[in-house]
């Protein structure tokens, strides 16, 4: 056995997140892991990888125990890890990034022209040739860091790697990217520990795979003698119909939102409108322009060209607070980027964007009532509305951000990948909040790039190519006119 973690417990501040967990890694094998969010699945990465200790239980590698006092150590041993939040240096180069503490070196001085050549050579063999080495980390898109962080991995000659979520915001034909690297990491012997809330790629990829439930390990199957629902079953404790809620029945009422031939930098004179009660989804292959898009209406990155309108007024948004104020709502795909204040509480975070539009403290006071009922209704599992954001799963982190936006009463709401990292549970619940704002009258844009979720919750569809719109698709049509909008195949 190459990996072998047994009876693995461990607690914070006093309370048991993992309770005698063990599981296996055979070499070449594809071990997921999956569960609800806060189960205890990125801890366990981390006790794997030296970056917790366990309280008891035991970690052998090659039937030799071990024991890592940090990352190093694990990652000397031979167990590299692609963690759930990504921990590149966003103003170093994407070659600074893979070589960070280990830069090649001559007569002394760091190599960079050796840097650049070995980083573009891990690119290429993982078909990423589009990356450049000097590339500024945090000037790529998340699936782009994603790739630099497993180039990493790879750099590291690891031969168990853990992956924590690795294909959290990958649109479906990067996926088969990742699938194709995988099985290549496979043949090479290593041993894959996936943790994923897709279903379709933990029975695409694993051949076992371990459920955890409130810290405890509820069983390991083999992945072809079982099926996604018995799966959900075992991660829930229930059945749970794969369903989206009924689109918008009525007319969509007036124009909330209208861009006219707006354009900047990475658009190009993009017309839409957003009407209140309906759901437009954006599809896009990723660096099509649609984070670009939501940022340019929420004015992070204004547009230079063209017009913008809001409920019939035309509307110069100057930045991000100008927005809000002016009842435009934005869920970004990165959460690290999303200011959570980590020392802060569920609540106080929860709260953080009425200060903008709810002045008074008796005017919060009084909201927080609502906003209680949203943390619930978004299913945010904590130890209470009082225990600090960064105790929280990952998966945690991202409701208390979607409760934050909702608690805001916007008239148009801009989501990037809303349920990026949220457990099958929680994602209907989402759906159902989402379909629900939009009923009451605002105005919904939704990027997504898990088809099923785009078509199943779009009333229309709106697919961006090199920064234009390439063409608009009514509800509910077949994947293949999405993705051939998105490539220009056919057209
Ligand atoms: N450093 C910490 N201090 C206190 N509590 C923590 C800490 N890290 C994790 N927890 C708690 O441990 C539990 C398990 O968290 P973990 O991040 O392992 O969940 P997860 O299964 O990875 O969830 P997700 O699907 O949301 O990523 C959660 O209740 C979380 O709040
Ligand atoms: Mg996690």
Do not use: C
């Amino acid at each position: 056995m190459l990996l072998e973690l047994n009876g693995i417990s461990k607690s914070f501040l006093g309370v048991r997140v993992l309770d005698g967990v063990g599981l296996q890694v055979r070499a070449g094998e594809v071990h997921a892991v999956v569960g609800e969010n806060g189960a205890g699945k990125s801890t366990l990465m981390k006790i794997a990888s030296g970056a917790h200790q366990p309280d008891a239980g035991m970690i052998h590698l090659d039937g030799d125990p071990v024991s890592f006092r940090d990352p190093r150590q694990a990652q000397a041993a031979g167990i590299g890890i692609i963690h759930q939040e990504f921990n590149l240096l966003p103003e170093r180069t994407v070659a600074q990034n893979v070589f960070l503490g280990r830069e090649p070196t001559r007569r002394g001085l760091v190599d960079l022209r050796a840097m650049h050549e070995r980083t573009e050579e891990l690119l290429a063999s993982v078909g990423q040739e589009g990356i450049s080495p000097q590339a500024t980390a945090g000037t790529l898109g998340v699936a782009r860091q994603q790739v630099v962080e497993i180039v990493k991995a790879l750099s590291l000659d690891a031969r168990v790697l853990i992956m924590d979520e690795p294909t959290a915001s990958l649109a479906d034909h990067e996926v088969e990217l990742l699938y194709a690297l995988v099985r290549r990491l496979q043949e090479r012997g290593i041993g894959i520990l996936y943790v994923s809330h897709r279903l379709k790629e933990v029975f695409d990829l694993s051949s076992r795979i371990t459920v955890l439930k409130d810290g405890k390990l509820v069983t390991t199957l083999d992945t072809a003698a079982t099926s996604p629902e018995a799966l959900v079953r075992h991660m829930v404790g229930r059945e749970l119909a794969h369903y989206y809620p009924p689109r918008a029945t009525a007319t969509p009422g007036p124009a909330r939102l209208a861009l006219k031939a707006a354009g900047n930098r990475k658009l190009h004179a993009i017309d839409l409108e957003l009407r209140a009660g309906e759901v437009v989804g954006i599809g896009g292959l990723q660096g099509s322009g649609r984070s670009s898009l939501a940022r340019a209406i929420f004015g992070v990155n204004r547009f230079s060209t063209g017009e913008m309108f809001l409920d019939g007024s035309p509307l110069h948004v100057r930045s991000p607070r100008h927005a809000v104020r002016a009842g435009i709502a934005y869920v970004t795909e990165d959460r690290k980027a999303e200011g959570l204040v980590l020392g802060q509480s569920v609540l106080d975070n929860a709260m953080l964007a009425l200060r903008a539009v709810t002045p008074t403290v008796a005017g919060r006071a009084a909201r927080a009532v609502g906003i209680r009922e949203l943390l619930a209704g978004v299913q945010v599992h904590a130890a209470g509305e009082r225990q600090e954001v960064r105790f929280l799963s990952g998966g945690n982190q991202q409701k208390v951000i979607l409760a934050r936006w909702l608690a805001m009463k916007p008239r148009i709401l801009l989501f990037d990948e809303p349920t990026r990292g949220i457990d099958v549970g929680a994602k209907a619940a989402i759906h159902d909040l989402i379909r629900r704002l939009a009923d009451d009258g605002a105005a919904v844009l939704m990027i997504s790039s898990e088809l099923p979720e785009l078509i199943g919750m779009s009333d229309r569809i709106v697919v961006l190519r090199d920064g234009r719109v390439a063409g608009e698709l009514p509800a509910g049509p077949p994947e293949e006119s999405v993705v051939g909008l998105a490539t220009g195949a056919g057209s």
